[in-house]
């Protein structure tokens, strides 16, 4: 599967910004997706993800309440509605497919789109 992310920008402190990926290749519902992000000089971090039965979602503590994930399987796109945006919320978000494994466990991702970068401005 090859994934695309997009949205991504400059926000100010308290704004919000809604991120897509669009999914293509083999079919997108058979993958349990997941939002990560990575600061400069961080390590990449696990933000939101799916189940693998789409059935439950899963947030890092930081983003808990002010980020949604969510996913259209009709047009093999996930987003992540992010809300009330900080700014130690700047950094590159990508977006990954896995077939099984932890939502929240990045070696379990096999699947990685290029990365969206959203910066939030104090």
């Known amino acids: 599967v090859q994934l695309q992310a997009s949205g991504g920008g400059l926000v100010q402190a308290g704004g919000s910004l809604r991120l897509s990926c669009a999914a293509s290749?083999?079919?997108?519902?058979?993958?349990?997706m997941g939002w990560f992000r990575q600061a400069p000089g961080k390590e990449r971090e696990f933000v939101a993800g799916f189940s693998p039965t789409g059935r439950f979602t899963y947030y890092a503590g930081p983003v808990k309440g002010r980020f949604t994930i969510s996913r259209d399987n009709a047009k093999n796109t996930m987003y992540l509605q992010m809300n009330s945006l900080k700014p130690e919320d700047t950094a590159v978000y990508y977006c990954a497919a896995r077939s099984s494994g932890s939502a929240d466990r990045i070696t379990d991702y096999a699947y990685w789109g290029q990365g969206t970068q959203v910066t939030v401005s104090s």
């Open positions: 290749g083999r079919t997108f519902s058979s993958y349990a």
